[in-house]
């Protein structure tokens, strides 16, 4: 069945650093993937959908230039997080939309810890 | 904006009990999603539906669209369905995959 890849899984990093996470639909091609963003018991957020071959819609309060969203092709999805801070450390999680029916697959998410 | 409640918050069963759990949301759909999130974050989409009940195994969800509520049930209950499950719907009319999501039902199933 549709898989959705996402890397990595945990990091761990320095404050001012960047993280690049990639999330891959392995099997279909996803048009739109979606990034979230969750906090420790707390809901998923969207935080912005991708769109490829076009600019990311972010949601209200995301901001922009501190999370980069890049689709450059049907099957690859990135979210790099700038200027990384510890505010910034959450578990951020990917999706996408496999054909007409709209079915949703997710990935595994990755743990991102800023010290 | 779509509004998504859950109840409850946190269930404890013991294996082998039926289980439910709600969700109400706002505004009207075109589909619902039922997801389940397990202790490693990764998350599984149960079902997706707009009208009626399905069935997958111990799994069912029904939805009544009138009422804007759905049900997760869970049959004869194991350990392993521990999870988190969430129930997401369309921000808003248009949406489509564009999804709010409720706060999630923590489930513990006991041996």
């Known amino acids: 069945g549709a898989v959705v890849s996402q890397h990595p899984s945990w990091v761990i990093c320095k404050s001012g650093t960047s993280v690049k996470i990639e999330c891959r639909s392995l099997?279909?091609?996803?048009?739109?993937m979606f990034w979230y963003r969750q906090f420790p018991k707390q809901s998923l957020m969207l935080m912005a959908t991708?769109?490829?071959?076009?600019?990311?819609?972010?949601e209200q309060g995301v901001e922009k230039d501190k999370f980069l969203i890049n689709h450059a092709s049907l099957t690859l999805s990135t979210l790099t997080v700038t200027s990384a801070h510890p505010e910034d450390s959450s578990f951020y999680i990917c999706s996408a939309v496999s054909g007409s029916n709209e079915k949703l697959f997710f990935g595994s998410g990755t743990q991102l810890s800023v010290l | 904006k779509n509004e998504v409640e859950q109840s409850p918050q946190n269930l404890t069963a013991q294996e082998g009990e039926f289980i439910t759990i709600n969700c109400s949301y706002s505004?009207?759909?075109?589909?619902l999603h039922w997801l389940q999130q397990h202790p490693g974050g990764g998350i599984v989409s149960l079902f997706m539906?707009?009208?009626g009940k399905k069935k997958h195994g111990r799994l069912i969800a029904t939805i009544n669209i009138q009422e804007k509520h759905s049900s997760l049930h869970i049959t004869a209950s194991h350990p392993r369905d521990s999870a988190v499950y969430i129930c997401?719907?369309?921000?808003?009319?248009?949406?489509?995959?564009?999804?709010?999501f409720g706060e999630g039902t923590q489930l513990t199933v006991n041996p």
């Open positions: 991708s769109n490829e071959g076009s600019k990311a819609t972010y």
């Open positions: 539906l707009s009208s």
């Open positions: 099997d279909f091609q996803a048009t739109t």
């Open positions: 505004v009207g759909i075109s589909a």
């Open positions: 997401a719907v369309p921000t808003r009319e248009t949406s489509g995959s564009r999804l709010t």
